[in-house]
C-alpha cells in the first residue's frame, strides 16, 4: 500500500508542475493586460499629466486607466469650445489643434503633445482629439500616457 502512495506522490508531483507551468504559459499568451481597462477617477487621469482637474467648464466626463508595463488614462469630456481653447491656451501654450494627421474615430481637430520634461504624475505625452458639436460645444478625447 504504501509503494502505491510513493508512486502516486512520484508521479502527481511533477504532473502539476508541468500542468502550472502549462497554465502560466498559456495565459500569458492569450491575455493581454493593456486590453482590461477600468474606471478611474477623472482627477486621477488629470493629475497624470500634472493638471489640477477637468478643465473648467468641463460635463459628462468619464475617465480610464489602462496599466500594465505602460499607463495610460483616458478622459472623455464636453465642454464649449471658448472653455476649450482657454484651458488649452493655459495647460498646454502653444498647441495647435489641426486635422492634419487625425486618424481613428470621426474627428474634427487633433493634437499630439510631447510633454518635456515628463509630467511630474508620470505622463510623457498627451494626445487630444476634439470633435465639434451643435451650440458650440466639443466633445474632448484627453489621453495622458507614458510610453
Not at 504532473?15 to 502550472?20: D, I, L, R
Not at 489640477?52 to 508595463?69: E, F
Amino acid at each position: 500500500m504504501r509503494r502505491r502512495w510513493v508512486l502516486a506522490a512520484v508521479v502527481a508531483l511533477p504532473a502539476a508542475f508541468v500542468g502550472w507551468i502549462a497554465w502560466t504559459v498559456f495565459t500569458a499568451l492569450t491575455a493581454d493586460p493593456m486590453t482590461q481597462v477600468e474606471a478611474a477617477s477623472c482627477e486621477d487621469a488629470m493629475r497624470y499629466a500634472d493638471q489640477d482637474g477637468l478643465p473648467k467648464g468641463a460635463q459628462d466626463a468619464k475617465c480610464t486607466v489602462r496599466a500594465w508595463l505602460d499607463t495610460e488614462y483616458r478622459a472623455r469630456f464636453t465642454i464649449t469650445r471658448t472653455d476649450l481653447d482657454a484651458w488649452l491656451k493655459e495647460a498646454y501654450p502653444g498647441t495647435r489643434l489641426t486635422s492634419e494627421y487625425c486618424s481613428g474615430t470621426p474627428v474634427d481637430v487633433c493634437a499630439h503633445i510631447d510633454l518635456h520634461p515628463e509630467a511630474e504624475g508620470g505622463a510623457m505625452a498627451v494626445d487630444l482629439t476634439v470633435q465639434y458639436g451643435e451650440d458650440s460645444t466639443a466633445v474632448v478625447d484627453f489621453s495622458a500616457y507614458d510610453v
